[in-house]
């Protein structure tokens, strides 16, 4: 009805119902990967927790760098382009990432998850923008609380199955078992973010933003 707090003929809207598989499936990988590189920088490499939490920074920072200009990137290249970028960049960062060893390189690591910053900057505003010019302009608000209760729901999925997966191979012990562990789960994180790029970019029409 009109006056439903949420209207099912709003979920039949292209562009929110494509915004809210994407951010589900951005999260999915992108929180299952925070949930897990941590543990790989203290346990495979030493690293205390502080200096874990500092080799995070590159994500950080090229996230905020990149979102400061994705409303002018997703204008100029569209926001199928913008969104479909993003995710492809996630999930090449993620997939990368399950690569790593106990030897890998610190810079080749803060490299792969520049890579995933980068994404994520450009997909976080484009697809909110999408979810909520396809609702209706009294709906914006609604469309807003769907795509974020998506990002929500999509984030606890991927720490689940991806912890669970990383559990079942590390929990035999060693280091060869973690790293086994590490790299089926991102390989999964990284499956969900493609599986996130082609939704966008068969689902967004045009530019979808105006």
């Keep these: 009805t009109e006056g439903a707090l949420l209207p099912v003929s709003i979920l039949k809207r ?25 543990l790989y920088l203290q346990q495979l490499r030493g690293a205390s927790v502080i200096a874990a939490g500092l080799d995070l920074l590159p994500l950080s920072v090229l996230y905020v760098v990149v979102s400061h200009r994705s409303g002018q ?64 302009p009294a709906r914006s608000g609604t469309a807003s609380g769907l795509l974020n209760t998506a990002r929500m729901v999509g984030a606890t999925l991927g ?22 562990g590490l790299r089926t789960a991102l390989w999964i994180g990284g499956a969900g973010e493609l599986l996130g790029a082609l939704i966008a970019f068969l689902g967004v029409r045009g530019n979808a933003l105006a």
């Design 14 to 38: 292209r562009g929110l119902a494509v915004s809210m598989a994407v951010a589900a499936l951005m999260t999915f990988g992108m929180y299952g990967m925070l949930f897990l590189v941590p």
């Design 73 to 136: 990137l997703a204008t100029k290249f569209g926001a199928r382009a913008a969104m479909t970028a993003g995710m492809a960049a996630m999930g090449i960062g993620c997939v990368l990432l399950s690569f790593v060893t106990a030897q890998t390189r610190l810079v080749a690591i803060e490299f792969y998850l520049a890579i995933i910053g980068i994404g994520l900057g450009l997909n976080t505003g484009p697809v909110n923008s999408v979810a909520v010019a396809a609702a209706p």
């Design 159 to 180: 720490v689940a199955l991806m912890g669970t997966v990383f559990a079942h191979y590390a929990g035999q012990g060693g280091p060869s078992a973690f790293a086994t």
